[in-house]
């Protein structure tokens, strides 16, 4: 090696952002490894590779001492004397063993670990990149099929849409665009996996953020989000300011910011409900479309009853229970469901449902007020 190679080294370390000494340092700890394997041993052996010229010294250390027992590391005060005087019991010294043919090895070692330095930098700034962007919505192409999980090309990196994490009915081709929520990124030694997902709350919570200017500017906040995947979103908004309407900003003239998420989604029903402080207005908003008589609330063990039109109750609740069950894990409160004729009769069937029912596998996408 040479001159040329240390200005090789110095525009990888402007190029890729590989420190100069960590590579040099790296050379030369696979240096003494090709010794130990060319030449027997690399007992008491180091490497230095000179910062400037490029030139390479293999280096051996041993013990002055007055006997020798073993030539590997010991060496005796007179042969000590022959390379310096000065030289006295119990100094180590340090001498040049460097090969004359060790240039090809030093050469071809150099050039294995800067390839390997080399991608591991570019593995650890992919990393780096996607890992700022978990939560975030991303663009993909579908790259290939495995089974019935999807690989995404993002580019840089390829993310993994599993089966668990697609929409129930979507169908995805190769080649085909699509966006997905980056839910997690994470180091393995084939470079960074970034797992994706179409079924996550996050994805319509992020749709909503570059759609809505409003909440762009923090002047609507999304305060809760429940979702089952394929079939209906709720959401629920509270603005910052009195004079501007939070269900509106998200529903658009003429429906079209709403309707725009609706297509990406694939035709899922959104209902977008204006959060309130107050649990009976916010109970009584989460329910609908159906429309509430009376909501009465216990604080202590955030319970709340019901009471709908005899002919609402079956909107209410919702087929199969979607509609009560979203409007639970969306607001945070257990609701108990009666038509007025139960209530004030004490006849038929109490519909309770707890925010913390699984049945589906959703989950809701809980947002911190600010």
Same mark, same amino acid.
């Given at each position: 090696m040479n001159r040329e190679f240390i200005e090789a080294i110095d525009?990888?370390? %402007?190029? %890729?952002?590989?420190?100069k000494d960590i590579l040099i340092e790296a050379i030369e700890s696979a240096l003494v490894s090709a010794y130990k394997k060319?030449?027997?041993?690399?007992q008491n052996v180091r490497v230095d590779i000179d910062r400037e010229t490029g030139d390479i010294a293999v280096l051996m250390k041993k013990d002055i001492v007055e006997e020798v027992y073993d030539d590997m590391i010991e060496m005796s005060l007179e042969e000590a004397h022959e390379i310096d005087p000065r030289y006295e019991i119990g100094d180590a010294i340090e001498f040049q063993v460097t090969p004359r043919d060790f240039g090809r090895i030093a050469?071809?070692?150099?050039k294995q670990v800067?390839?390997?330095?080399?991608?591991?930098?570019?593995r650890g700034m992919i990393f780096d990149?996607?890992?700022t962007k978990q939560g975030e919505i991303v663009t993909g192409i579908v790259q290939r099929k495995s089974g019935e999980t999807l690989f995404v090309n993002m580019g840089k990196a390829e993310g993994i849409l599993p089966v668990n994490e697609q929409v129930p009915g979507e169908r995805f081709e190769v080649n085909e665009r699509l966006k997905v929520y980056i839910m997690d990124v994470k180091k393995t030694t084939k470079g960074p996996q970034v797992f994706l997902s179409r079924s996550h709350p996050g994805l319509v919570k992020r749709l909503f953020e570059l759609e809505v200017p409003e909440i762009q500017e923090g002047i609507v906040e999304i305060r809760g989000i429940a979702r089952e995947a394929g079939s209906r979103t709720k959401i629920a908004v509270y603005s910052q300011d009195e004079n501007? !309407?939070?269900?509106?900003?998200?529903?658009?003239?003429?429906?079209?910011?709403?309707?725009?998420?609706? !297509?990406e989604l694939g035709g899922e029903k959104i209902d977008i409900i204006s959060w309130s402080e107050d649990p009976e207005e916010l109970i009584s908003n989460v329910l609908s479309p159906a429309k509430v008589e009376k909501v009465i609330v216990e604080d202590d063990e955030k319970n709340a009853t019901v009471i709908v039109p005899d002919y609402q109750l079956s909107l209410a609740i919702g087929k199969e229970g979607q509609n009560v069950r979203l409007a639970a894990r969306v607001s945070g409160w257990k609701i108990d469901i009666k038509s007025h004729t139960q209530y004030f009769?004490?006849?038929g069937e109490i519909i309770q449902i707890d925010e913390d029912d699984e049945d589906t596998g959703e989950e809701v996408f809980e947002v911190e007020e600010k």
């Amino acid at each position: 090696m040479n001159r040329e190679f240390i200005e090789a080294i110095d525009e990888l370390e %402007k190029e %890729k952002h590989i420190s100069k000494d960590i590579l040099i340092e790296a050379i030369e700890s696979a240096l003494v490894s090709a010794y130990k394997k060319n030449y027997g041993t690399a007992q008491n052996v180091r490497v230095d590779i000179d910062r400037e010229t490029g030139d390479i010294a293999v280096l051996m250390k041993k013990d002055i001492v007055e006997e020798v027992y073993d030539d590997m590391i010991e060496m005796s005060l007179e042969e000590a004397h022959e390379i310096d005087p000065r030289y006295e019991i119990g100094d180590a010294i340090e001498f040049q063993v460097t090969p004359r043919d060790f240039g090809r090895i030093a050469a071809q070692t150099a050039k294995q670990v800067v390839v390997q330095r080399i991608r591991e930098a570019e593995r650890g700034m992919i990393f780096d990149d996607f890992i700022t962007k978990q939560g975030e919505i991303v663009t993909g192409i579908v790259q290939r099929k495995s089974g019935e999980t999807l690989f995404v090309n993002m580019g840089k990196a390829e993310g993994i849409l599993p089966v668990n994490e697609q929409v129930p009915g979507e169908r995805f081709e190769v080649n085909e665009r699509l966006k997905v929520y980056i839910m997690d990124v994470k180091k393995t030694t084939k470079g960074p996996q970034v797992f994706l997902s179409r079924s996550h709350p996050g994805l319509v919570k992020r749709l909503f953020e570059l759609e809505v200017p409003e909440i762009q500017e923090g002047i609507v906040e999304i305060r809760g989000i429940a979702r089952e995947a394929g079939s209906r979103t709720k959401i629920a908004v509270y603005s910052q300011d009195e004079n501007v !309407d939070p269900v509106g900003s998200c529903v658009g003239t003429r429906g079209s910011r709403v309707q725009a998420i609706v !297509d990406e989604l694939g035709g899922e029903k959104i209902d977008i409900i204006s959060w309130s402080e107050d649990p009976e207005e916010l109970i009584s908003n989460v329910l609908s479309p159906a429309k509430v008589e009376k909501v009465i609330v216990e604080d202590d063990e955030k319970n709340a009853t019901v009471i709908v039109p005899d002919y609402q109750l079956s909107l209410a609740i919702g087929k199969e229970g979607q509609n009560v069950r979203l409007a639970a894990r969306v607001s945070g409160w257990k609701i108990d469901i009666k038509s007025h004729t139960q209530y004030f009769e004490g006849e038929g069937e109490i519909i309770q449902i707890d925010e913390d029912d699984e049945d589906t596998g959703e989950e809701v996408f809980e947002v911190e007020e600010k």
